[in-house]
T-cell receptor
Framework: IAGITQAPTSQILAAGRRMTLRCTQD?????MYWYRQDLGLGLRLIHY???????GKGEVPDGYSVSRANTDDFPLTLASAVPSQTSVYFC????????????FGPGTRLTVL | GQNIDQPTEMTATEGAIVQINCTYQ??????LFWYQQHAGEAPTFLSY??LDGLEEKGRFSSFLSRSKGYSYLLLKELQMKDSASYLC??????????WGAGTKLIIKP
């Protein structure tokens, strides 16, 4: 693994189903983030984690949950998917250096029907 | 509320120079980022400004004026591979990134 990986790459999901998007990083970054990106809108923060064992809510947390059991993994769960959760989901981590730059995974394209 | 404004789309010619502007109104300021995003791909980091002035990195430069709430990304010697969306993001007082909707840059031969 090099950097951040996400799985699956894409998924079509029936409304009401539960879905977990996976994110793993091997850079030993403390902070990790989940964003959604919708056409015409900027990236919107769903949840974040500053360090293993802690999580926080972002701008659009409703309908999503996260956990951070260790440094490397930060899964995002949709408990009961709805069509408005159709989006591209990006996981990111930040290096904690002076700029604390965020680095992104390749994304998961999710369609909820 | 917090707001990041940048043009939706710009067109430029291969070999030319283009300037992409970003204005922001945020609760506090702890740095401004520019990212490049090719269609269907993840955003990739381009530049970071926290002090006023110009930061140059090869063909790309980024400028910041904190008093005006303004930044620009300058791309020189444009190449076809520079066709992408360019995202401006500001870190606010809560240390979270607030993102603009992005500027789609179209390069014509």
């Amino acid at each position: 693994i090099a950097g951040i990986t996400q799985a699956p790459t894409s998924q079509i999901l029936a409304a009401g189903r539960r879905m977990t998007l996976r994110c793993t990083q091997d850079m030993r970054h403390n902070a990790m983030y989940w964003y959604r990106q919708d056409l015409g809108l900027g990236l919107r923060l769903i949840h974040y984690s500053n360090t293993a064992g802690t999580t926080g809510k972002g701008e659009v947390p409703d309908g999503y949950s996260v956990s951070r059991a260790n440094t490397d993994d930060f899964p995002l769960t949709l408990a009961s998917a709805v069509p408005s959760q159709t989006s591209v989901y990006f996981c990111a981590s930040s290096d904690g250096q002076n700029s604390d730059t965020q680095y992104f995974g390749p994304g998961t394209r999710l369609t909820v029907l | 509320g917090q707001n990041i404004d940048q043009p939706t789309e710009m067109t430029a010619t291969e070999g030319a120079i283009v300037q992409i502007n970003c204005t922001y109104q945020t609760s506090g300021f702890n740095g401004l980022f520019w990212y490049q995003q090719h269609a269907g791909e993840a955003p990739t980091f381009l530049s970071y400004n926290v002090l006023d002035g110009l930061e140059e990195k090869g063909r790309f430069s980024s400028f910041l004026s904190r008093s005006k709430g303004y930044s620009y990304l300058l791309l020189k010697e444009l190449q076809m591979k520079d066709s992408a969306s360019y995202l401006c993001a500001v870190r606010d007082q809560e240390y979270q990134l607030i993102w603009g909707a992005g500027t789609k840059l179209i390069i014509k031969p």
